[in-house]
């Protein structure tokens, strides 16, 4: 049988199946495989109301997440595994924004189109507020409570008419306002997790500014420019790095080297409105989640730096909220919708049979997972010890530590007695005169001197015999040697070596008496040799 010549011995090209699979390289990556298990539905779907905010409940021994929507006017909650809705809060007529729970989430706040911002019992939305705050004259859009330490008093409200007000809630009076805290409106707000008292607000002057909520009325603490109309702003779990969205970009600011650029994200091709942070459950790391009026939704891991996996929906989204423990994500639309993912349980096993009936092949070889160093290594403790400062890095040199001596302890806790007799004991000459000025500008020196017992008096002569003459402390010390002979003279003449000490001290100024006036002898042969020598 002839070969057939019209074709290549060898096809000119591959068959599809000996491709590599860009399916099964994009399965290797662990990071999209979990967002890929995330079963996507609606939650609401409703009137033409944009779904302008979305907040979860603290994980504060909750079995189940609390959502909270701003939808309309009134405030929408969702509870349960999973999400089912709760009775909604109404707003009074007006368009809700905003809503925000307490760091124990027993309470959540709310503002309104008017200005007015309320405070609920989150287990009792139908019972009417408890507090009523009134300070804005235009829409609130910035309610947050405190996240860190536990703060239950005090709230943080901003708006459209550039106004900043920190909150005393159960008095209902503000702690501080600032009138002009921005040029234009007030759309992005966080509170700091490493501090109470912290918090950053965005606005539409295109700044970023951080408050410091116990010197808020006298200006922000640090203030820089994002560069685009701010739309959210958000702190990062350590609380030194600051993400803000505004225009189609995210920027990661280094807030504690003094609001420095540390990282630019354009993954968006329209204006980024939401931020969040999302919870790995399987690693525990977070990722920094995105929602923009392109649809997109997407995480971002900020220790790497790049963008891990994108979510399309069908319609612009205006918010975007992750539930504490990771398992659920909900995007809230402009068309009254809440896309709500929420992630599937899938056995180990299943994952294992899968990738074993597998024909394809795995062109891509996984990145290996680095290990997460934790507090129980020693190495955890010693990150960061080799780096080195690099050009404009804000060095923050760690302070030495003062080690104070005991008659300066003494002295803080106004034991001026003992304080003088540990330094009579130190036996040293500079120590002891410091102590002594100190108690003279304290107006304590003579009553210490007569509470003295006898040894510790005689502790005291010594120290006069031998110092009283040096020319550094004569003038003090001898004031005070004259003091003491004249305060204590009957217990000197008492007592044996007390009068043994006054001796001493007398021979000691007679013999410096002698020396000066030997001294000014020779001074006075001298002084006509130096005039002499001097024409």
Same mark, same amino acid.
């Given at each position: 049988?002839?070969?057939?010549?019209?074709?290549?011995?060898?096809?000119?090209?591959?068959?599809?199946?000996? &491709?590599?699979?860009?399916? /099964?390289?994009?399965?290797?990556?662990?990071?999209?495989?979990?967002?890929?298990?995330?079963?996507?539905?609606?939650?609401?779907?409703?009137?033409?109301?944009? +779904?302008?905010?979305?907040?979860?409940?603290?994980?504060?021994? =909750?079995?189940?997440?609390?959502?909270?929507?701003?939808?309309?006017?009134?405030?929408? @909650?969702?509870?349960?595994?999973?999400?089912?809705?709760?009775?909604?809060?109404?707003?009074?007529?007006?368009?809700?924004?905003?809503?925000?729970?307490?760091?124990?989430?027993?309470? @959540?706040?709310?503002?309104?189109?008017?200005?007015?911002?309320?405070?609920?019992?989150?287990?009792?939305?139908?019972?009417?507020?408890?507090?009523?705050?009134?300070?804005?004259?235009?829409?609130?859009?910035?309610?947050?409570?405190?996240?860190?330490?536990?703060?239950?008093?005090?709230?943080?409200?901003?708006?459209?008419?550039?106004?900043?007000?920190?909150?005393?809630?159960?008095?209902?009076?503000?702690?501080?306002?600032?009138?002009?805290?921005?040029?234009?409106?007030?759309?992005?707000?966080?509170?700091?997790?490493?501090?109470?008292?912290?918090?950053?607000?965005?606005?539409?002057?295109?700044?970023?500014?951080?408050?410091?909520?116990?010197?808020?009325?006298?200006?922000?603490?640090?203030?820089?420019?994002?560069?685009?109309?701010?739309?959210?702003?958000?702190?990062?779990?350590?609380?030194?790095? &600051?993400?803000?969205?505004?225009?189609?970009?995210?920027?990661?600011?280094? +807030?504690?080297?003094?609001?420095?650029?540390?990282?630019?994200?354009?993954?968006?091709? #329209?204006?980024?409105?939401?931020?969040?942070?999302?919870?790995?459950?399987?690693?525990?790391?977070?990722?920094? +989640?995105?929602?923009?009026?392109?649809?997109? +939704?997407?995480?971002?891991?900020?220790?790497?730096?790049?963008?891990?996996?994108?979510?399309?929906?069908?319609?612009?989204?205006?918010?975007?909220?992750?539930?504490?423990?990771?398992?659920?994500?909900?995007?809230?639309?402009?068309?009254? #919708?809440?896309?709500?993912?929420?992630?599937?349980?899938?056995?180990?096993?299943?994952?294992?049979?899968?990738?074993?009936?597998?024909?394809?092949?795995?062109?891509?070889?996984?990145?290996?997972?680095?290990?997460?160093?934790?507090?129980?290594?020693?190495?955890?403790?010693?990150?960061?010890?080799?780096?080195?400062? $690099?050009?404009?890095?804000?060095?923050?040199?760690?302070?030495?530590?003062?080690?104070?001596?005991?008659?300066?302890?003494?002295?803080?806790?106004?034991?001026?007695?003992?304080?003088?007799?540990?330094?009579?004991? $130190?036996?040293?000459?500079?120590?002891?005169?410091?102590?002594?000025?100190?108690?003279?500008?304290?107006?304590?020196?003579?009553?210490?001197?007569?509470?003295?017992?006898?040894?510790?008096?005689?502790?005291?002569?010594?120290? &006069?015999?031998?110092?009283?003459?040096?020319?550094?402390?004569?003038?003090?010390? &001898?004031?005070?040697?004259?003091?003491?002979?004249?305060?204590?003279?009957?217990?000197?003449?008492?007592?044996?070596?007390?009068?043994?000490?006054? =001796?001493?001290?007398?021979?000691?100024? /007679?013999?410096?008496?002698?020396?000066?006036?030997?001294?000014?002898?020779?001074?006075?042969?001298?002084?006509?040799?130096? /005039?002499?020598?001097?024409?």
């Amino acid at each position: 049988m002839a070969a057939d010549t019209s074709k290549p011995f060898f096809p000119a090209a591959p068959h599809p199946a000996l &491709l590599p699979s860009r399916g /099964a390289a994009s399965r290797a990556s662990p990071e999209a495989s979990y967002w890929r298990a995330f079963r996507s539905s609606e939650l609401v779907s409703g009137a033409e109301f944009p +779904v302008t905010d979305l907040s979860f409940a603290p994980a504060t021994g =909750r079995a189940t997440p609390t959502l909270a929507a701003a939808w309309s006017t009134s405030v929408h @909650l969702f509870s349960g595994e999973p999400l089912e809705p709760l009775p909604k809060i109404s707003v009074a007529g007006d368009l809700a924004f905003s809503p925000s729970f307490r760091s124990d989430g027993a309470l @959540l706040a709310a503002g309104d189109k008017k200005g007015v911002v309320r405070v609920f019992r989150a287990d009792k939305p139908t019972a009417g507020p408890l507090r009523t705050l009134r300070a804005h004259a235009a829409e609130t859009r910035v309610v947050r409570y405190p996240v860190f330490g536990g703060d239950k008093l005090h709230l943080l409200t901003a708006g459209d008419d550039a106004l900043l007000a920190y909150w005393d809630v159960p008095s209902e009076t503000p702690v501080f306002t600032v009138p002009t805290a921005h040029r234009d409106y007030i759309r992005g707000g966080a509170a700091s997790p490493a501090d109470c008292n912290l918090f950053a607000t965005g606005s539409y002057d295109r700044s970023v500014k951080l408050w410091d909520a116990r010197t808020g009325n006298t200006g922000p603490s640090l203030s820089f420019s994002h560069g685009e109309v701010v739309e959210s702003v958000l702190f990062l779990p350590s609380g030194g790095l &600051l993400a803000t969205a505004g225009g189609n970009v995210v920027k990661i600011w280094d +807030v504690i080297g003094g609001g420095r650029l540390v990282h630019l994200v354009e993954s968006h091709v #329209k204006t980024v409105m939401a931020l969040a942070l999302g919870k790995l459950c399987n690693t525990g790391e977070v990722r920094l +989640v995105s929602a923009g009026i392109d649809g997109y +939704v997407k995480s971002f891991d900020f220790g790497k730096l790049k963008i891990t996996h994108s979510m399309r929906h069908p319609q612009p989204l205006l918010s975007v909220a992750c539930s504490p423990c990771g398992s659920v994500l909900v995007a809230g639309s402009s068309k009254g #919708k809440i896309y709500m993912g929420k992630r599937k349980k899938v056995a180990v096993d299943d994952e294992e049979g899968r990738k074993g009936v597998s024909g394809e092949i795995d062109w891509v070889s996984p990145e290996p997972e680095k290990p997460v160093l934790r507090p129980n290594y020693f190495r955890y403790f010693l990150r960061g010890q080799n780096e080195k400062a $690099k050009d404009g890095d804000f060095v923050i040199e760690k302070p030495k530590k003062v080690k104070f001596a005991e008659h300066d302890k003494l002295l803080r806790k106004f034991r001026h007695k003992d304080a003088l007799v540990s330094a009579l004991v $130190k036996n040293n000459a500079r120590s002891v005169v410091a102590v002594m000025e100190e108690l003279v500008a304290r107006r304590k020196l003579v009553r210490c001197i007569g509470n003295l017992g006898t040894e510790e008096l005689g502790l005291l002569l010594e120290f &006069l015999r031998r110092n009283a003459t040096l020319p550094r402390y004569a003038r003090f010390l &001898l004031g005070v040697a004259n003091k003491v002979v004249e305060m204590r003279e009957e217990d000197i003449r008492s007592d044996e070596k007390l009068r043994v000490h006054i =001796r001493n001290l007398k021979r000691m100024v /007679a013999e410096e008496i002698q020396i000066q006036h030997t001294l000014q002898g020779i001074q006075g042969m001298i002084s006509p040799m130096l /005039a002499l020598a001097s024409r």
